[in-house]
């Protein structure tokens, strides 16, 4: 069998014509410089080509279902296994999707429940039991055995009534005797009951001595009494205490009934486990007035927010305040909570108004006020635009369900128990917890019988999360929630739990949010992964992953049009041979670090956070210094985004943007901002979420372009302005894709295929608009040119090199103008947001945050990031980032850590201050954070 892939003339994208050997059942790191071409040698080529020629093979129906991909640019590959992506995107965006439900370990848990799990009341607790005739009987042999025996059937319990009827029916069947309210009475003798009071009423089936000569007897007296009852028993003999049995799921003392014990029961997407309150989501959505009303501001004034361009309903209520004689001119905040409580849900008053419409002529109301709330519900529910229901959603808030508390089914599901615990306590719990309890689990010889292999997998799939540095997370953590390190680590230990072998597996920088402490079990992982017989081909910029690598391609030298070439192949030990830049860092000879002249600076200030408690956060005390580039550090789960996003963002926007109404986390107090003019977030999320937005339209570099275009004398001669250069406009743009430069043909059970444009031949423009020329590039060319390129072709004009110039400094001088935005990573998108900022008219005073900016770096763009970080501190500005990269740690002038453990073991402050007081913790930071300034400081005294 062939050991190696062999790739022959690979030019997808910006790869040179490259030929490489890469050794199959291996763990291979692609690394290189940013835009080197690593993610389209990977994912582009070698996976491109092994998933289509898998597809392929299948029938063409099949086809369909499956999708289809096409062929990467390259001459052959050889020896190619099918493969399998594990990317950064996130999972499922649906909120019924959770870590339990991707990585499948949530089926084997109902699984587990549904055949071995013990039912009880969800009113009382207590055990319910369901017996078979032969079982009961085979009870009152052991448990009575030679004792007398009463033998009832309960008819009544705990009602009201005279039961006249029912005790003469009883009598006319031929049964002698009843126990009424414990005292035993012949049927034959009238017996009075007050109607008032509550009774219980027992039939006596039979009385008999336990012995083997009655076993008839005894069988037809048990059936007749579950037959009498509807299912249920009471057994009674002196000197032991009575028993009740049921051949039903049924609570004997609070009649409630539960539904058969199986798998689906236990599932929240199915309406036969689903809360019925929630429909199995485990929160309500509603609009709330917390975060559509402005208190501070008169309902006339913007007091409404969702009301702020609509005039008439603010006339409404204005007709209501005059009806009623309220004074609505005060702020919202003032008036009487009546007048509140109209104004938001509605009032029954009928309101007679007439509108002025210049336009349209004037139009009657002759109706009911109907409030905020209801007004936002009904827009809501109506509305087929995508677009306005994300915009009224910014008033929506989820509160946990009450009935369920959150844990998505039914009350009589979360009776049922394995061990003590509910399926919702199990999912609950963080992972390395819920496998020490359920290593504990006793189970009885039956049990273990029936679920023993599901109980070892379940086990075996826990295990590999924690593996993966998961072990924080719970079960029923929604996976919309989850980062796209977190997402990728889970979907890895899926694969894993899947036992495949002869797979080629292509992961994009699994170590993504990972604390060093955790890379040594991720890279374990991996290494089982091959161990199973797998190829394992990683893109990675971390040196602890390198080192373990069986085998290393290095591609550079620069991105762009300046990489694509292979400079390096073959072992860790072979690169660090070499003089390549990974070489140099493998060695220890560079890094990423970079400190600006004057050392670490001085905090002149700080935000004072007091209380913060969202999600694993203890009453967190932290004081954020301003003025300063810092850091926020911690292991996987420690609180550190919760804090980020949750308490300081959420938190500090409210007091800045009155309008802003996501609600923050939990905390007591926030002080010390009221220097700061502006906070701005710098996340991951997309710049946009069609081809049609770009890195040149998303920083404004494109608007000065199109000015300069419009101003050419060819524009002037034509009486073009600037809109005649958007591609989104109509005059400018072909209108036979609609600026779009290709269009979409359905090819019914075969992938929908997307050729260029005949018109405009995917150059987005009309033939006239092209013939406008600077430099002998039309306004299309000038979007295909790199940023880089653009630079030099418009270093004369301020205006358009200033912007480009920042996203070179930024680290992007490789990707085009016009590179679609879904096309890049979340790193790239990131650094795009950075430099617009940075390209905007400096305001000062602003806290920019950021989350794991490093994410896609490569050591040398780490420092040209840290650069920029540090320019942004340099105006006036203050930085704070979630980092785990060490060259961002000791580059920065203040770190907080958070720990010592992820989830419920974190939350706290474990150190603060300068990368060497730090260091000089107990934390995990500070060992490895110590071990670094160690070796950077022995480099520095080498040289």
């Known amino acids: 069998m062939d050991q190696e892939i062999r790739i022959t003339g690979a030019r997808q994208h910006n790869l040179r014509n490259i030929d490489a050997v890469i050794p199959k059942n291996k763990l291979v790191v692609v690394t290189g410089p940013s835009g080197s071409g690593k993610s389209s040698l990977a994912f582009d080529t070698i996976y491109a080509e092994g998933q289509r020629r898998y597809v392929e093979s299948l029938s063409s129906y099949a086809r369909q279902f499956l999708g289809m991909s096409d062929k990467p640019d390259v001459d052959d590959i050889a020896g190619l296994s099918p493969a399998i992506s594990i990317e950064q995107k996130g999972t499922n965006r649906n909120p019924r999707s959770t870590v339990g439900t991707v990585t499948e370990i949530y089926d084997y848990l109902r699984l587990l429940f549904g055949r071995a799990g013990t039912p009880h009341c969800p009113k009382c607790g207590k055990e319910v039991h369901r017996y078979s005739v032969d079982e009961i009987i085979d009870l009152i042999y052991s448990d009575y055995a030679g004792k007398p025996l009463e033998i009832y059937a309960p008819i009544v319990r705990g009602k009201k009534g005279e039961y006249k009827n029912l005790l003469l029916k009883l009598h006319r069947q031929g049964y002698m005797r009843a126990r009424v309210d414990g005292t035993l009475y012949w049927l034959e003798e009238e017996v009075e009951l007050d109607k008032n009071r509550r009774h219980t009423i027992e039939c006596l089936i039979d009385r008999m001595r336990v012995r083997e000569e009655n076993r008839s007897r005894m069988s037809e007296a048990v059936e007749m009494a579950l037959k009498l009852s509807e299912g249920f028993i009471q057994l009674a003999s002196a000197g032991m205490r009575e028993r009740e049995l049921t051949e039903k799921y049924v609570c004997p003392d ?85 007048v509140k409580q109209e104004l938001l849900y509605g009032s029954d008053e009928v309101l007679e108004l007439v509108f002025v419409d210049k336009k349209n002529g004037d139009w009657e109301y002759n109706g009911k006020y109907c409030g905020l709330i209801p007004w936002l519900e009904k827009r809501y529910n109506e509305t087929e635009s995508e677009n306005y229901k994300e915009e009224l959603s910014r008033y929506l808030v989820e509160d946990l369900c009450a009935t369920c508390k959150g844990r998505r089914l039914k009350p009589e599901v979360l009776a049922v128990t394995l061990g003590g615990r509910n399926i919702g306590e199990l999912t609950e719990m963080p992972i390395d917890e819920l496998i020490k309890v359920l290593d504990g689990l006793k189970l009885g010889e039956r049990e273990q019988k029936i679920v023993g292999i599901a109980l070892t997998e379940v086990k075996k799939r826990l295990s590999f999360l924690n593996n993966v540095g998961a072990g924080y997370l719970s079960l029923s953590r929604r996976a919309e929630t989850l980062s796209g390190g977190e997402s990728q680590r889970i979907r890895l230990a899926s694969q894993i739990g899947s036992q495949l072998t002869g797979v080629l597996y292509v992961l994009d920088e699994p170590t993504i949010g990972l604390h060093p402490r955790d890379t040594g079990r991720l890279l374990e992982t991996l290494k089982t992964i091959r161990d199973l017989g797998n190829s394992v081909l990683v893109v990675e910029h971390d040196r602890d992953t390198m080192v373990a690598a069986d085998h290393i391609l290095e591609l550079g030298p620069g991105a762009g049009e300046k990489g694509g070439e292979l400079i390096a192949n073959g072992s860790a030990e072979e690169i660090m041979k070499g003089g390549s830049s990974t070489a140099l860092y493998l060695r220890g000879e560079a890094d990423g670090t970079w400190l600006p002249a004057g050392g670490r600076r001085t905090p002149r200030g700080a935000i004072k956070v007091r209380g913060a408690a969202e999600n694993n956060l203890k009453k967190l005390d932290i004081d954020v210094p301003l003025g300063v580039f810092a850091a926020l550090s911690g292991v996987s789960g420690s609180g550190k985004s919760t804090f980020l996003y949750e308490i300081l963002y959420k938190g500090l926007r409210r007091k800045f943007d009155g309008d802003y109404r996501e609600r923050p986390g939990k905390f007591d107090s926030i002080s010390g901002y009221e220097s700061l003019r502006n906070i701005v977030l710098i996340d991951q999320s997309p710049i946009g979420r069609t081809p049609r937005s770009n890195p040149a339209t998303y920083t404004g570099a494109f608007t000065p372009i199109r000015e300069f275009y419009a101003q050419l004398q060819e524009s002037k001669l034509r009486g073009y302005d600037q809109s005649r250069f958007s591609f989104n406009l109509k005059g400018g743009r072909c209108e036979a894709c609609n600026g779009d430069g290709v269009i979409k043909v359905s090819m019914l059970f075969l992938p929908d295929v997307f050729v260029k444009c005949d018109v405009c031949r995917g150059q987005r423009y009309n033939r006239e608009t092209l013939e406008v020329k600077y430099k002998e590039l039309s306004i299309a060319d000038v979007l295909e040119l790199t940023v880089d390129e653009a630079v030099e072709t418009f270093g004369g004009i301020p205006r358009i090199a200033n912007k480009l110039k920042v996203m070179q400094e930024a680290g992007l001088g490789y990707i085009k103008l016009g590179q679609p935005a879904p096309t890049l990573s979340g790193g790239e998108a990131q650094r795009v947001k950075l430099a617009t900022e940075l390209g905007k008219k400096f305001r000062g005073s602003t806290l920019y945050l950021l989350d794991e900016p490093t994410t896609g770096l490569h050591y040398t763009d780490v420092k040209k990031l840290l650069k920029l970080l540090h320019k942004l501190v340099d105006q006036g500005g203050s930085v704070l980032v979630i980092e785990h990269n060490l060259d961002v740690l000791a580059s920065s002038d203040y770190i907080m850590d958070l720990g010592p453990e992820g989830g419920r073991g974190g939350g706290k402050l474990v150190a603060k201050g300068t990368p060497e007081e730090v260091a000089r913790g107990k934390g995990p930071t500070s060992k490895y954070l110590a071990q670094f300034l160690k070796e950077i400081k022995s480099k520095h005294e080498g040289k």
Not at 310 to 323: G, I
């Open 254 to 338: 609070c009649q409630i009934s539960l539904p058969e014990i199986e798998p689906r029961l236990f599932s929240f997407n199915a309406p036969f486990g689903a809360c019925p309150d929630c429909a199995g989501l485990g929160f309500h959505s509603h609009f709330s007035a917390e975060l559509a009303v402005n208190p501070a501001l008169p309902l006339g004034e913007g007091g409404f927010i969702p009301w702020k361009s609509m005039k008439y309903m603010v006339r409404k209520a204005e007709k209501l305040a005059e009806k009623k004689g309220w004074d609505i001119s005060k702020p919202f905040g003032e008036l009487p909570e009546s």
